[in-house]
């Protein structure tokens, strides 16, 4: 298999996450009876698939990596669904899910900004044209993962027994 450059396994790690965010978007739908707060993760999981999507096509343009970068891909998105699943165990509920999406998605922010200076020092017109498109999303799907867990919160009984 291909060797991957540290720009090529972020690419990578992009496309991973953004499939790992589909599935934790499910996961978090499930015991949520909020239906703005669904449908802001629905809105989510379609611009996650989008970056995917994105991702996958700028992997088809590098000759000889795309193979290796989407099993670095595969890899990732294995590494945070079994974070996903650790931290959201069977009785999760609908504020554990945001405040889970809450963490993920300040890490996914920081990892567009890595992105982008890597990018910038290669000079990847089309890597950056990915990180100029998905960090305003990202940005809001970190803000919308917050604003969701205060609202949630906000409804809690904090003196209730677990």
């Keep these: ?43 989510m999981q379609k611009e996650a698939e989008e970056t995917e999507r994105r991702g996958t096509e700028l992997a088809d343009n590098l000759d000889g990596k795309k193979t290796a970068i989407l099993e670095k891909a595969r890899e990732t998105k294995q590494e945070a669904t079994e974070m996903m699943r650790t931290y959201l165990g069977a009785d999760a509920d609908g504020l554990d899910g945001f ?26 017109s089309d890597l950056q044209e990915l990180v100029q498109w998905a960090t305003p999303i990202q940005q809001r799907h970190f803000e919308t993962a917050r604003q969701g867990s205060l609202k949630l919160a906000a409804g809690e009984d904090p003196n209730k027994e677990e």
């Design 99 to 124: 405040e889970f999406l809450t963490m993920a998605e300040a890490g996914e922010v920081g990892h567009r900004e890595v992105r982008g200076g890597l990018g910038d020092k290669a000079g990847k």
């Design 1 to 43: 298999m291909a060797e991957l450059t540290v720009l090529e396994t972020k690419l990578a790690e992009v496309i991973g996450l953004a499939q790992a965010a589909q599935g934790t978007g499910e996961k978090v739908l499930g015991p949520l009876e909020h239906d703005d707060l669904k449908s802001e993760l629905d809105r």
